[in-house]
């Protein structure tokens, strides 16, 4: 029978798919990791949103949700590397898909979901946002002379 080994407060970026047939990610920050021992002694670590999914959470379906390598399922995955800049077009265009964001509103709000994680930004990740400071810059500059 499985059992909770441990529950943990540790803030961290999670991904999601909005849609069954979307082939775009989206992120969140999870609050709480779980770490979750199945009956053959094999561990998992499950990301919850909040303390309310700590109570409510279905262990058998856990081990399965977090056992599906192509993390299809209806589930927050913990995103266990360096945030690309494929990886942060992905998110703005789950946003966009998922809530009917409007670009920029979404892009505003990964940004914002990234900084908040505290996740780390891969080398192109970081070029790409730097790339856009400086279009942003110079836009900004041209519209105040």
């Given at each position: 029978?499985?059992?909770?080994?441990?529950?943990?407060?540790?803030?961290?970026?999670?991904?999601?798919?909005?849609?069954?047939?979307?082939?775009?990610?989206?992120?969140?920050?999870?609050?709480?990791?779980?770490?979750?021992?199945?009956?053959?002694?094999?561990?998992?670590?499950?990301?919850?949103?909040?303390?309310?999914?700590?109570?409510?959470?279905n262990l058998e379906?856990?081990?399965?949700?977090?056992?599906?390598?192509?993390?299809?399922?209806?589930?927050?995955?913990?995103?266990?590397?360096?945030?690309?800049?494929?990886?942060?077009?992905?998110?703005?265009?789950?946003?966009?898909?998922?809530?009917?964001?409007?670009?920029?509103?979404?892009?505003?709000?990964?940004?914002?979901t990234l900084r908040?994680?505290?996740?780390?930004?891969?080398?192109?990740?970081m070029d790409a946002?730097?790339?856009?400071?400086?279009?942003?810059?110079?836009?900004?500059?041209?519209?105040?002379?």
């Amino acid at each position: 029978m499985a059992r909770i080994i441990n529950v943990i407060h540790k803030p961290h970026l999670a991904t999601f798919i909005a849609y069954d047939d979307s082939k775009y990610r989206c992120c969140a920050i999870c609050e709480y990791q779980a770490v979750i021992e199945d009956d053959r002694g094999k561990l998992y670590v499950v990301s919850l949103l909040s303390e309310d999914d700590i109570n409510e959470l279905n262990l058998e379906k856990a081990i399965e949700r977090e056992s599906d390598i192509t993390q299809k399922g209806d589930w927050f995955y913990r995103f266990g590397r360096g945030v690309n800049k494929e990886d942060i077009d992905s998110f703005v265009n789950g946003e966009v898909e998922s809530a009917g964001d409007k670009p920029i509103g979404a892009f505003c709000d990964v940004l914002a979901t990234l900084r908040n994680s505290h996740c780390f930004i891969t080398t192109d990740g970081m070029d790409a946002l730097r790339k856009l400071k400086r279009e942003l810059d110079k836009t900004i500059k041209s519209q105040e002379q």
